[in-house]
């Protein structure tokens, strides 16, 4: 496809993402963000001293996939744990607000929301910028009870959705007995995987999108240059039985490794001049599921998602991405070829 056809043929695409339905399934995360001014250095310590302005929570991991969706005008369901916390009712309303469907919400005292407190400090002209990160997350998996639960959430919730995408961040509320669900899911509609830690696990599902590291993590691979990750994306295949492979590659851009097709690479889109990388992978996951799911081919769903990183990372914090941005980054490419 040339550059100068690139918008108007993407825009029916675009539209049809208000007809997905998505749910979406894994490890949810308050990201809270605490932001202050600076001008002194601490006489107690060599610390700088942030005067508070304002604190906000805004949803994190699966949370920020099930944003996304939303945001691209699908309608979703989320399925996952949450604590009975300060952090958890904090993420809960946002969710809400953000019309986020939450019948698949496990909400339980028996845990403790899952807490990334980051801290920006900046000068009286000067922007924010993140001086400090605090992670507050657990040192076990979930009780089971709570995970046979939330299997049944998911259960309940299939019927009303065409496709899974699935956020496992290594906190472990995705077990045995559910990645043996979602292959069964997987045999009637697609199920997205993205896996922090443990790719090799999801064997069966439909497509696993891993970045550079976690690829080398799972294969033969030993570094992160094209003939490797090409590499990497077979194995995969191969190893898991899947239809696609996904891989974000940073700088490099992504690349989709489809069973009995040559390698697509998709060079980084937009400027190289990032704000903030958190939650693009959410994003990709989230766009490259949405436009499946309207029925775009996977190469044209990765153009897609590769387009709307381009717009996240631009953002800061765990952004989300609309059509609109989508549309107007793509006209702009095709603006650049005419």
């Not at 999108?209 to 077979?234: C, F, L, R, Y």
């Not at 690349?255 to 060079?267: G, I, K, M, N, T």
Request: with cysteine; aromatic share 4%; proline share 4%.
């Amino acid at each position: 496809m040339s550059r100068n056809q690139t918008s108007s043929a993407f825009d029916e695409r675009i539209a049809a993402f208000s007809g997905a339905r998505i749910g979406v399934l894994g490890d949810l995360a308050a990201d809270i963000y605490v932001s202050g001014g600076t001008d002194r250095v601490s006489r107690e310590a060599p610390v700088l001293i942030l005067r508070y302005e304002r604190k906000w929570t805004v949803a994190g991991c699966a949370a920020n996939t099930a944003a996304n969706v939303r945001a691209l005008g699908a309608s979703v369901q989320l399925v996952g744990l949450v604590g009975e916390d300060e952090p958890g009712r904090a993420l809960r309303r946002e969710m809400a607000d953000s019309g986020i469907g939450l019948e698949g919400l496990v909400a339980s005292s028996q845990i403790e929301t899952v807490a990334k407190t980051r801290f920006l400090a900046g000068g009286r002209n000067t922007a924010r910028q993140q001086v400090l990160r605090i992670d507050h997350e657990p040192s076990e998996a979930p009780p089971e009870p709570l995970r046979i639960v939330l299997r049944k959430r998911l259960e309940q919730l299939d019927d009303r959705v065409d496709a899974w995408v699935v956020n496992d961040y290594g906190y472990r509320s995705i077990d045995e007995a559910m990645r043996d669900r979602l292959r069964e899911i997987a045999t009637r509609k697609p199920v997205v995987v993205d896996s922090r830690y443990d790719v090799l696990a999801f064997g069966g599902v439909t497509v696993v999108k891993p970045n550079e590291d976690e690829a080398i993590a799972a294969t033969a691979a030993t570094d992160g240059s094209m003939p490797h990750m090409q590499q990497a994306a077979g194995e995969l295949i191969e190893r898991l039985g899947v239809e696609a492979v996904l891989l974000t590659l940073g700088n490099q851009g992504m690349l989709l490794r489809q069973r009995e097709s040559d390698p697509v690479l998709l060079p980084v889109e937009g400027t190289d001049e990032i704000v903030d990388l958190t939650g693009a992978g959410d994003t990709v996951a989230a766009t490259f599921t949405v436009a499946v799911t309207s029925g775009a081919s996977y190469r044209d769903a990765a153009y897609l998602a590769n387009c709307a990183a381009g717009i996240a990372v631009m953002k800061e914090g765990a952004a989300i991405v609309r059509p609109g941005e989508l549309r107007a980054a793509l006209a702009a490419r095709s603006n650049e070829g005419t």
